[in-house]
């Protein structure tokens, strides 16, 4: 789980989609110009002979598809190494005259102290907003924008990064210009007072909606407290100097486990020397005072139902329960079994049950959490009527149950498998896409191979393993609910633990 991720200008991502891919158009064809026409009769012409009518299948079910095959991108295809810790992924298309340039640094960005919250949160976003290097803010701004291209810059919990898009023929001066400006970052005092302004107005604002409560509750309730959860206050965000910041600051981008995405209009051999020379000329002091290693996520593993009382017509519920932290082996199947409860929109149990023939949610999902940082949760939410959350509730907890004691039928279970693997194109839907997974993927520390087992790991899974899975990580008993709703209106479920709004910052 990534706490914070501030940028100027991230898949996730873990969930699988449904994707239908769609051909291009042929070109129009030009149309000859219409013969005059003639005041004589035209002699007669033999009539082709009639062609076979098509057959309209009875059912869409009777629609035959071809084969569906597709191979994966493989990383190595693409991989170059420019120095000693420092690697990348070279994606060239030259259909347009636009480069991305991603360039992640292993390196966290934590607090230390919950005094240093506010300030450590604004790092990323200053970094560029400040400008640097002999460059003012304003100065930095006119530049990019005179030129179209953008170059923004993030500091999150395991890694800091900046990103630069262009025209190709302005590539070689963006590159100099984000160096110049990101190895001496100024920290520009008024546009801090801008930044410092954005945080107080989002931190104000952090509750207004039932879905941002759900959020934090959802966090209060399953998290243990955890330096990566701390939120700072209004108070501590307008208290932040231009000395905090750059304190903080120091040694980001100093990083000697470096990993770029390039892609776009780009030649891999010339890129390769233009990426060997700019990486010889990043000189970043390392920071003087070691930075503290994020801690890991841990659960406070009590179930049970949780409410933030707020005067609404629909409830808004999600229910969680520690998964795995990838890789693992239970993950693939407990992907294709959450697919076949409530992740396979209207093919899902859920879906069926809750929206179709009850008609008592218009969204209703489960999902499996995918991350490689800290062991996930799997999830069942939906909103409904504040006067059906008990009866939703149990009509989901019946389906849950079901599935878990008689398993899939045959057609779920191969529904569900061919529906995640024909997912797996949406992954690489461009080069940039292409470029960027890979380089993520690496700092993960993901095999080469990963792409290729991915296939075979999902039509591997079997109904004993849907079964079991469903059993193990979406149990009732083993679950936290989480709602936002009106208390009054909840009596059919106490008991329960009632979280006052002021309560759910991690402090």
Known sequence: MLKRSSSIGFVAAGCFAVIAACSSAPAPQTASPAPAVADTAAPAVAEAPASEPSVVPASYKDIKYPEFKYVAPYPKDYRVEIAEGVSGYIVSDRALPLVNLTVYFEESNVASNIKDEAASEMVGTMLRRGAGGGISAHALDDSLEFVSASLSTSAGTFLSAFDIDCLSKDFPALLELAKKVLTAPAFDKN?????KANFVTAHER???TPAKILSALKSKVNYAPNPRMWDATADEYKK???????RLAEGTYSSKRIVFALSGDVDRDSAVTQMKEFFAGWKVDAPKVARPKPETIAFVRKPGVYVVDKDISQANITMNQPFVKRPHPDYYPTAVASFILGGGS????LVNR??????LAYSVYSSAGNDYR?????????QTKVESVDFALKLIFE???KLAKEGPTDEELAQAKKAIVESLPALFDSPESIATIFAKDELLGKSPEHYKNFVTEVNAVTKDQVKAMVAKYFDKNKMTISIVAPVAKLEALKPFTVIPLDSLDFR
Do not use: C, P
């Not at 546009?191 to 930044?195: G, P, T």
């Not at 932040?240 to 750059?246: F, G, L, P, Q, T």
């Open 191 to 195: 546009q801090l007072e801008i930044v």
């Open 206 to 208: 952090r509750y207004e």
């Open 240 to 246: 932040v100097s231009v000395a905090d910041v750059k």
């Open 346 to 349: 209207f093919t899902s149990r």
């Open 354 to 359: 809750v929206r179709s023939d009850e008609g």
């Open 374 to 382: 800290d062991s996930a949760m799997t999830t069942i939410a939906l």
């Open 399 to 401: 389906e849950v149950e």
